[in-house]
């Protein structure tokens, strides 16, 4: 069993930061791209950031300048700094990532459960 567990969110005013974390735990062999996206009330969920087991990242053009997205290996951790935060970035973040639970498989994609950041104007 593979879990992926969020923290961090919370209400905070605009202009401030927050920091969201996501465990990765259970069976696993090796985690390749990790991943935050978002979903606001009536909006379809969106990618943020990604970052592959390499280290290299890519963020959306709406939080570049503002959000930074790391990985610690040795914890299987992914981390999403967020500064200068927006009311239009309110959302439930989700983590996800790319998991190969046994030396045979594919990478599944696992989620998970969210973490409900919240700016206020």
């Known amino acids: 069993q593979v879990q992926l567990v969020e923290s961090g969110g919370g209400l905070v005013q605009a202009g401030g930061s927050l920091r969201l974390s996501c465990t990765a735990s259970?069976?696993?062999?090796?985690?390749?791209?990790m991943e935050w996206h978002r979903q606001a009330p009536g909006e379809q969920r969106e990618l943020v950031a990604r970052?592959?087991?390499?280290?290299?990242?890519n963020l959306a053009d709406s939080v570049k300048g503002r959000f930074t997205i790391s990985r610690d290996n040795l914890k299987n951790m992914v981390f999403l700094q967020m500064h200068s935060l927006k009311p239009e970035d309110t959302a439930v973040y989700y983590c996800?990532?790319?998991?190969?639970?046994?030396?045979?498989?594919?990478?599944?994609?696992?989620w998970g459960q969210g973490t409900q950041v919240t700016v206020s104007s």
């Open positions: 970052i592959s087991s390499g280290g290299s990242t």
């Open positions: 996800s990532a790319e998991i190969k639970r046994f030396i045979a498989d594919d990478l599944g994609s696992y």
């Open positions: 259970g069976n696993m062999f090796s985690i390749g791209a």
